[in-house]
């Protein structure tokens, strides 16, 4: 008889928990942590008091960060929403699973119908499983949840509070709880003389039932140095600081709904955006404000609680971390071998995981040895065709541009903006501490020393003087692109 292995917990064998399952009844011995993921949507990793910023109000995420693990090097693999939710819920990244962009309206990328996302895999490991608010990937069946519970993803607070039968009806059973606003993104309020519209995020005259709204003014915002300190990049910074106070507030909600159920001590809570802020520089790039993104992490029993690490972990990691701590990575990859009735080794790119778990950084966050990640960007919208794929290490950041020779594509409401509207519409030469011509234009490779030029402002990939570090990453990305059965590749010789 086999039984989940894991420090969290002590189960019954497989087979007994197996039974249950089938059965449909809960088993009171199942002590697995309860998993909680929560996905903010175009939320940047300098805005957070956590991470710094002493001008937004996050009061709930900082004290999550007080009782966890708070990491300072974590990746989205794509900014931009359903492809980076694609890899959050399969650890593949989408170039392979087929959610090359967004899946609604015409853009219609889907994921291919034989992934195996991280619901279906621990409701087949005994976990009951929901979600709540934006969901924003396709076909319903490979992201197939247990429940989706009701609620305005631009209310945390009500999402939050409409998650409390869930999570208590069935105490003898651990769950899944995925819970993602659509808070702060751009759009979806109206604000009465408002001049710098449409760029609401979410902000409406009338609130939203159980929030406190919480306003900020212009000059309090603090600006990153990848915008334009301009009287529109301030009034929208106000406007997004708005939202992000919101959805801190409907977190907080959650949080206390799990303390008083009890729930608290024996669950595992991670917070992370899809990618980065919604403005030109940040989201649907592939720069570091765009992919470099909060992420925090409370243990069971708050292990490690308090604590930083500077470990290289991205969005393809989270489902093997997360399958991994419920005990059943191995049984996972077992079954994954049943199902495609090849020996290991010979599988299909999308039986196994393209990122590997991070547990033992949970376990101990000075665990070296994660040092790299890998980004792979294709498609936003249907019209945004231009594909990336970078490696970056604590040293080197390189970021080959497939389609370079196009102008720069530009999300809709991106382009919509005040922010950027005032740039181009005043002949502005730069925006933020980049030229603007340098962000539509862009060259085949850009290689930055990120050790020393944090901005990725220089670009040395056609410095001879770092030719080897150029050649040496340009090799990292095809054998990246290799492992994980990328279409793209072929560019390299193709073209």
Request: proline share 6%.
């Amino acid at each position: 008889m086999e039984i989940f292995k894991n420090k969290y917990f002590n189960l019954l064998p497989l087979s007994v928990l197996a039974a249950s399952v089938a059965a449909g009844t809960g088993n009171p011995e199942d002590n697995r942590p309860n998993i909680v993921v929560i996905v903010s949507d175009d939320h940047g990793l300098d805005d957070l008091g956590c991470y710094g910023n002493s001008a937004i109000h996050t009061p709930n995420l900082d004290a999550l960060a007080a009782e966890g693990i708070r990491f300072t090097n974590a990746y989205c693999t794509t900014a931009s929403c359903s492809a980076s939710r694609s890899v959050i819920l399969t650890g593949l990244y989408n170039h392979a699973n087929g959610q090359y962009g967004h899946e609604h309206n015409f853009h219609h990328f889907k994921t291919f119908g034989n992934v195996r996302s991280l619901p279906v895999i621990l409701s087949d490991f005994g976990y009951r499983t929901a979600r709540a608010g934006k969901f924003h990937v396709a076909p319903e069946e490979v992201y197939r949840f247990d429940a989706a519970i009701p609620g305005s993803a631009r209310n945390p607070h009500a999402m939050a509070v409409n998650s409390r039968s869930f999570l208590v009806e069935e105490p003898g059973k651990p769950f899944f709880l995925y819970f993602c606003t659509s808070d702060p993104h751009r759009g979806g309020g109206v604000l009465e003389d408002n001049p710098y519209r449409p760029d609401r995020f979410g902000n409406r005259e009338q609130g939203y039932e159980g929030i406190e709204e919480r306003y900020f003014e212009p000059d309090e915002v603090e600006v990153p140095w990848y915008l334009p300190d301009s009287p529109a990049s301030r009034a929208e910074l106000a406007q997004y600081y708005q939202s992000v106070a919101r959805m801190d507030q409907g977190i907080g909600k959650l949080f206390n709904i799990l303390k008083e159920e009890g729930l608290w001590e024996n669950t595992i809570i991670m917070y992370l955006s899809d990618n980065g802020i919604a403005f030109h520089g940040a989201k649907t790039n592939t720069y570091d404000p765009a992919i470099r993104l909060p992420f925090i992490v409370k243990m069971p029993g708050q292990a490690n609680g308090g604590t930083v690490t500077p470990a290289m972990v991205n969005w393809a990691d989270l489902t093997p971390t997360l399958v991994d701590f419920a005990g059943v990575l191995d049984r996972e990859l077992e079954k994954r071998q049943e199902l495609s009735g090849q020996p290991r080794g010979g599988l299909p790119f999308y039986e196994d995981f393209h990122g590997r778990s991070f547990l033992p950084v949970l376990e101990d966050p000075a665990t070296g040895g994660y040092d790299e990640i890998f980004a792979s960007h294709t498609f936003h919208e249907i019209t945004m065709y231009y594909p990336m794929r970078v490696v970056e290490n604590r040293d080197f950041k390189l970021i080959w541009n497939i389609a370079s020779g196009l102008e720069y594509p530009q999300a809709s409401d991106l382009y919509a903006s005040s922010t950027w509207q005032e740039t181009v519409t005043s002949g502005a030469e730069y925006y933020g501490k980049r030229r603007v011509e340098d962000y539509l234009k862009r060259p085949v490779f850009e290689l930055f020393h990120i050790a020393e030029d944090r901005y990725e402002t220089t670009n040395l990939a056609y410095d001879p003087a770092y030719s080897d570090v150029l050649d040496d990453l340009k090799g990292k990305i095809r054998e990246f692109q290799e492992r994980t059965g990328d279409p793209w590749i072929i560019k390299w010789t193709h073209e």
